[in-house]
């Protein structure tokens, strides 16, 4: 009797191995998720590469706190790609991917990816992208100075030749 319990309970456990295998191996994909160029800065656009055979199930998507969910599109074998535009207001620092195949698998790639801000360059130096109206106040202050220095050379050098 001792003999049959025993062989009945390691039935159990095998047969409870046995059905979660596949299960588990079920959870390897996506496999691997790249994000390039690793380090960006905020507007700029950045590819993820995602491997998996689940990934090429219409629904699949990549997402991050940064830029927009995006769909993936099969590239070739068992990779997909997505181009995504990352936000003009991100902060800087590390982010991560999240993906979503086949409507139930879900991989989380920590750490994939850098955004850099704006360069502050002191004096000279620019952090925003266009030109402020105090930039736009001096360009057309020195073009307002050259047209008026231009026009007396131009004047002075005409009454030169009349002598």
């Known amino acids: 009797m001792r003999t049959t319990r025993a062989l009945a309970v390691s039935a159990a456990a095998v047969a409870a191995v046995g059905l979660a295998a596949p299960a588990a191996t079920a959870w390897n994909e996506p496999s691997n998720i790249v994000a390039m160029p690793s380090v960006i800065a905020q507007g700029g656009q950045l590819t993820v590469t995602v491997d998996g055979d689940a990934c090429q199930y219409q629904g699949s998507a990549v997402s ?32 991560d991917i999240a993906v ?10 920590s750490r994939a990816f850098t955004v850099i801000g ?7 130096g620019s952090s925003s992208p266009r030109a402020t109206p105090t930039d736009m106040a001096i360009g057309g202050g020195l073009v307002g100075a050259a047209l008026l220095g231009g026009g007396a050379f131009w004047v002075r050098r005409r009454s030169e030749r009349r002598t």
Do not use: E, H, Q, W
């Open 100 to 109: 979503r195949c086949g409507g139930d698998r879900a991989f989380t790639r």
């Open 64 to 95: 991050s706190p940064v830029f927009r969910t995006t769909s993936l599109r099969r590239v070739s074998g068992n990779t997909s790609t997505a181009t995504v535009t990352i936000d003009r207001n991100a902060r800087a620092g590390t982010y």
């Open 118 to 124: 704006g360069v502050r360059g002191g004096l000279g």
